[in-house]
């Protein structure tokens, strides 16, 4: 099956079939590789152990992300939203940043920086699903991820003690 990768960071990718569904995700760390489909993770020690996988060497075409095609900065009732065009969404009794990808989609999720109580530990969430939070413990939400990992790093602190 043809593959291509679709640049996301410097380190990180999104590796698409021929016809661009997402195939995955695959991840760079210290010259390591990590990629991860339908919940499956697997490791590699090198690009050519990448390439081997997929039987070609599918770092030489990789579709670099233009400029011009970088999302503009969206914001709910001041908190940042990591998709384009958020739809507010209001909910009777519900104080957060709510909004959904478009207008009329039942997926509600939560704009900004969130600190999740998973059963393990601590997380941190952008713009996570409404359900995730009713689901888990929360704090937040914060304006910066860097408010938000100050936090986590104090919540992981005080569970460990």
């Known amino acids: ?25 695959l ?35 990789v579709i670099k992300i233009e400029k011009e095609n970088i999302k503009k900065d969206y914001f709910i009732k001041g908190y940042p939203v990591d998709f384009d065009s958020p739809c507010e969404v209001f909910i009777a009794g519900n104080t957060l940043p709510l909004c959904t990808k478009k207008p009329a989609s039942q997926i509600v999720f939560c704009a900004g920086y969130y600190c999740l109580n998973f059963p393990k530990n601590w997380m941190s ?22 408010e938000a990992k100050f936090m986590l790093t104090k919540l992981r602190k005080e569970k460990h003690e």
């Open 27 to 61: 991840t760079e760390i210290k010259d390591k590789y990590t990629l991860m489909v339908k919940n499956v993770k697997k490791n590699f020690t090198s690009k050519q152990e990448v390439n081997d996988f997929f039987q070609e060497d599918i770092f030489s075409q």
């Open 125 to 146: 969430a952008f713009t996570p699903k409404l359900s995730t939070l009713q689901e888990h413990g929360y704090l937040g939400p914060f304006k910066t991820d860097k």
């Open 1 to 25: 099956m043809p593959t291509r990768l679709k640049s996301i960071t410097e380190t990180s990718w999104l590796v698409l079939s021929d016809t661009d569904e997402r195939v995955g995700l």
